[in-house]
């Protein structure tokens, strides 16, 4: 299935916030997004998600148009991670991966037995089952993540936006939750935007760069993210180096300086 | 279980007060109306069970769990636990329409119309200001605009106290604004049962849809809900039966607070459960308290006041379990 984005535009009263951003994500596909703070990322994910409605432009499903779609079918194409989140009631976290669920039941119903199987599924295959009746609230910031992955894979969408997911976890959190993206892939589309340019040369098969509200590179992750590309984007001087990591296999690193 | 203390703790309290019945003379009575037994109990015993304690002890458990399930669905939807059914100028609303009536006609039918239609103005013209005010975070300007709106309404209730008559409607106003289920009969019973029942089953239906709006805005859009319909059904439905419930019984106030609160704490957040067990312990609590309040003291003591009293030190407790848990 394919995601296709063209020329979305959106603006606030007057105020831009984007112009102009086309892309396209396939299922397999891992597409990050690079770029400053404060330069319309989570903005462009909030129309992707139909939180927003776009000023201009086309999201295009297989060619089909969305603006028109209820709630309720986005969200059995586009799932979401938002970062981390508290509610204020301490839900169970079984509860909150089952909310996953609310786009295939009734307005008036309530989960079924099947619906709670997909979900102790998903709990199972993200390891985290133990957690399953712990509440949301009392469990650690990097598990709260992955019961918010767990929720969004229960959804069983065809594309998975993340808001940069690895934000707030510390070092052995951070490699779970991008290995954890990096098996899923192939099941999915996915969009996340990230401020770490290693992860986008580790793991990404497209790169795009954000800033002002324009994408100032879109492409192959080896191609665009170079010297010149993060120069712009962050003003800060790097160097790319190649690493070997075990046999036949190198990983590009970028070094600040 | 809980459908059975409440239906339990109903009987026994049949029996409390000072004309002294037994529990098998009024389970008889009841029994009596509802299948042909032709038996012959004294005119003023059937008066008692049926016009004084019977619509006075269905009437305290449906208010008070009216206004329970109201609060705990106010409290998921605007995803804040201290939030309560006065939030959004229902109170204040029902109040001013109760003491306009009792200060220009005084008729029992048109105090609960005017309280009720005021109550829902306050709260549709709360939810007014706050589609208005476009920008920012609805959820505060909507709390914002509850506050305004009680604000308005507070003061014209001070307004109707200032120039109502000192001898006769003065007195009524300020006991109507206690709270109390003394003067409650047949009548208010049937006129209370429509919308408490229709605005509990649709809150239930919607029971799901509570849970996932307990997360933001948002997130509750990204699992395929329509929020703003659903939410504004939701406010509906809440403030009707918070209305309902107040044109009846005057102001009683924190029970949609404490109540749902406490619920939470016993069985956990899921409304799949919270929602009637809120319910169920809110008309038990109130069936407890009225109970206490017309057979304690000589004096009936208002309901607010004991609940108020109940009520504020339990509020106390609960924000410092809530910064325990934040911080």
């Not at chain 1, 290693?198 to 665009?224: E, H, N, Q, W």
Request: glycine share 8%.
């Amino acid at each position: 299935m394919k995601m296709e984005v063209r020329d979305l535009t959106f603006y606030y009263n007057k105020k831009l916030v984007f112009q102009n951003i086309s892309f396209s994500v396939e299922t397999g596909d891992v597409l990050f997004l690079l770029g400053p703070n404060g330069t319309g990322k989570t903005t462009l994910f909030k129309v992707l998600l139909g939180i927003l409605r776009p000023r201009s432009g086309k999201i295009l499903f297989d060619n089909e148009d969305m603006v028109n779609w209820p709630q309720r079918k986005l969200a059995r194409y586009v799932g979401y991670v938002p970062q981390n989140i508290v509610s204020a009631f301490p839900f169970s976290v079984i509860d909150v991966v089952l909310m996953g669920r609310t786009p295939y039941i009734g307005s008036f119903s309530v989960p079924s037995k099947k619906d709670k199987d997909i979900a102790l599924k998903t709990l199972e295959e993200l390891d985290i089952i133990h957690l399953k009746d712990e509440p949301y609230t009392k469990i650690s910031g990097g598990e709260r993540q992955l019961v918010l992955i767990a929720r969004a894979l229960t959804q069983q969408p065809k594309f998975l936006i993340m808001d940069e997911p690895t934000s707030s976890l510390d070092f052995g959190n951070q490699v779970k939750v991008m290995n954890c993206i990096s098996k899923l892939k192939s099941k999915f589309g996915v969009i996340i935007s990230t401020h770490m340019p290693d992860y986008v040369l580790r793991y990404a098969t497209k790169a795009a760069m954000m800033k002002g509200g324009r994408f100032i590179s879109y492409g192959m992750p080896d191609l665009i993210v170079n010297k010149e590309n993060l120069k712009e984007l962050y003003n800060v001087e790097t160097k790319m180096v190649s690493v070997p990591i075990g046999c036949m296999q190198t990983v590009k690193v970028c070094i600040p300086y | 279980m809980l459908t059975l203390n409440l239906l339990l703790l109903g009987v026994v309290f049949l029996t409390v007060g000072k004309y002294p019945i037994s529990i098998k003379e009024s389970i008889m009575i009841i029994a009596n109306r509802i299948l042909p037994l032709n038996l012959n109990f004294p005119p003023a015993m059937e008066t008692v069970v049926f016009n004084v304690r019977l619509p006075r002890i269905i009437a305290a458990i449906l208010i008070g769990g009216c206004l329970s399930a109201a609060g705990s669905a106010y409290q998921g939807i605007f995803n804040n636990p201290l939030i309560s059914p006065d939030i959004l100028g229902a109170t204040a609303g029902s109040s001013f329409g109760a003491s306009l009536a009792i200060v220009m006609s005084g008729s029992i039918a048109a105090i609960q119309v005017s309280s009720f239609l005021f109550g829902l103005l306050a709260v549709f013209a709360a939810c007014l200001i706050s589609v208005k005010v476009k920008h920012g975070n609805q959820i505060l300007i909507l709390i914002l605009s509850g506050i305004l709106t009680s604000t308005v309404f507070n003061s014209l209730v001070s307004l109707i106290k200032f120039i109502a008559d000192p001898e006769v409607r003065l007195p009524a106003i300020t006991f109507w604004l206690l709270g109390s289920l003394a003067s409650v009969g047949l009548e208010d019973v049937k006129l209370l049962t429509v919308p408490c029942l229709t605005g509990i089953t649709m809150l239930f239906l919607l029971r799901w849809n509570l849970n996932v709006l307990s997360f933001s805005d948002d997130e509750a859009k990204t699992l395929g809900i329509d929020t703003n319909r659903v939410r504004l059904i939701i406010i509906f439905f809440s403030t009707l039966m918070t209305s309902a419930a107040v044109s009846i019984s005057g102001v009683i106030g924190w029970i949609g607070l404490v109540i749902p609160n406490l619920t939470r704490i016993m069985i956990g957040p899921d409304y799949r459960t919270l929602l009637p067990a809120s319910f169920l312990i809110g008309g038990t609590y109130l069936l407890i308290i009225d109970t206490i309040a017309r057979t304690l003291f000589p004096v009936e003591i208002p309901l607010g006041i004991i609940t108020s009293l109940i009520g504020a030190p339990f509020y106390i407790w609960l924000l410092a379990r809530e910064g325990r848990n934040m911080s």
